[in-house]
């Protein structure tokens, strides 16, 4: 997502410029470049972006000056509250195939657990009815086991009997931060069919990440 952002909000601004030559101006033109088109919300993820290079930078003794310094958020963000009803989690469910991406959707569906920790689940991290997510691939980098449930082990189950891969959940080309030589499924995959299955809906905006809010 940052190397999204900075191909295309940041480098057609200024990347031609070396870090030492940058100023605040500059930074500036890159965010009303974003404002201009309406995306407030992205003011902020560029803005992240852009600090977190010069923050490095400035760690590392490239530049002597911060540019960023002073500059505010553009966009109000809010926590997300949405959480699906009965009916749309059984509409979503009838709308899922037997592919990999689908029943990593179904599985989150089922567990609630984090998209980025389980389209890298492995069948070795199952055992006696518990997933072991093991410290380095969480987010707060401490071990996780989470219960299976019934629902939970048919899915794998049947991804067992697909898969020809140490994933659960295999993908077509080897992912750039999985295990080497195995396919897994690319950390956009799940969000863009999640997409898809909803232009069958009119919903107001539903995100992968809303299943583990309903889940929860």
């Not at 500036?28 to 902020?44: K, P």
């Not at 080497?180 to 107001?204: P, S, T």
């Amino acid at each position: 997502e940052d190397q999204r952002i900075l191909n295309k909000d940041i480098i057609p601004v200024i990347g031609n410029l070396h870090m030492t030559e940058v100023k605040k101006r500059d930074i500036v033109s890159v965010l009303d470049r974003v404002q201009n088109r309406g995306a407030m919300i992205a003011c902020n993820r560029t803005l992240a972006v852009i600090s977190k290079m010069f923050n490095f930078a400035l760690e590392r003794d490239v530049i002597e000056i911060f540019p960023v310094y002073g500059i505010k958020k553009r966009g109000e963000e809010r926590s997300r509250e949405r959480i699906l009803s009965d009916n749309e989690i059984k509409l979503l469910w009838g709308s899922f195939s037997d592919t990999s991406v689908s029943m990593l959707l179904k599985f989150l569906l089922i567990t609630g657990q984090r998209t980025g920790e389980t389209r890298r689940m492995l069948f070795s991290e199952i055992e006696d009815g518990f997933w072991t997510i093991p410290s380095e691939r969480t987010k707060n980098k401490l071990t996780h086991i989470v219960p299976l449930s019934a629902m939970a082990v048919d899915v794998i189950r049947k991804m067992e009997k697909k898969s020809e891969s140490d994933y659960v959940f295999p993908g077509r080309i080897k992912c750039s931060d999985g295990i080497a030589g195995y396919k897994c499924l690319e950390k956009n995959v799940a969000a863009h069919y999640f997409r898809k299955i909803l232009k069958n809906f009119d919903w107001k905006r539903t995100t992968v990440h809303d299943l583990r809010r309903t889940v929860r």
